[in-house]
């Protein structure tokens, strides 16, 4: 059972599209963090969110962390090709990390 | 600084042999990490290191693996009698704090 709870599990969409990734859990973190992550390679970190409620922008990604730092989500504005690849969403509690099982995100010319 | 370096890449070993993996972390980073990560999921903690001293193991790390960091640098992860569920990526990660992590490239394990 994953600690963390990623949805949803695939999406397919077209370049130009917007689209939301959710990150959710019973748990309270310290941070959340979100990692792309391409086959073959290890995950990079993209952001790491500390206070709740906080939001972060990236370019065309805009991170959220909930109000009781439980949940976070990801938007990516007007999707292109090379944002395809897997998402990780992490959380940090005390020492360690704990991973979802990630979003893979296909996004089509 | 290159960044955190797993070797081998890819390694290939018969069911029941030994197999050891090293990392090389950021030089300045004193928190070190082992994940094992398998098709269609995220990566699965295994254990941690603030400078050597090995400070939390997950139940996943059965008594078949080992992993050390001698001398608070370089680590290595040992896999004893490997068994075909052993098959996974196998990643390193290291940090100096708990705000981002670097990530290696990873050591695949195949075990036939």
């Known amino acids: 059972t994953q600690l963390l709870e990623q949805s949803p599990q695939f999406l397919s969409i077209q370049e130009g599209e917007n689209l939301t990734v959710y990150c959710n859990s019973s748990s309270v973190f310290s941070s959340l963090q979100w990692y792309r992550q391409e086959p073959g390679e290890g995950p990079v970190l993209l952001v790491t969110v500390v206070t709740g409620g906080e939001v972060k922008k990236l370019k065309r990604l805009t991170f959220q962390f909930g109000d009781a730092r439980k949940d976070s989500s990801l938007h990516i504005t007007a999707a292109q090709p090379g944002d395809t690849g897997l998402y990780l969403c992490a959380g940090v509690t005390n020492n360690d990390m704990r991973f979802g099982a990630g979003t893979r995100l296909t996004v089509k010319p | 600084d290159t960044g955190v370096s797993q070797d081998p890449r890819h390694k290939i070993t018969k069911r029941g042999q030994n197999v050891t993996f090293r990392c090389d972390p950021i030089?300045?980073?004193?928190?070190l990490y082992w994940y094992r990560q398998t098709l269609g999921q995220g990566p699965e903690f295994l254990t941690y290191f603030q400078n050597e001293a090995q400070l939390e193991k997950s139940r996943l790390l059965s008594d078949r693996f080992s992993a050390e960091r001698p001398k608070g640098s370089f680590s290595t992860l040992e896999i004893q009698r490997t068994e075909q569920g052993d098959s996974a990526m196998y990643l390193c990660?290291?940090?100096?704090?708990?705000?981002?992590?670097?990530f290696g490239s990873g050591t695949r394990l195949t075990v036939v």
């Open positions: 030089s300045e980073h004193n928190r």
């Open positions: 990660a290291s940090s100096s704090g708990t705000l981002g992590y670097t």
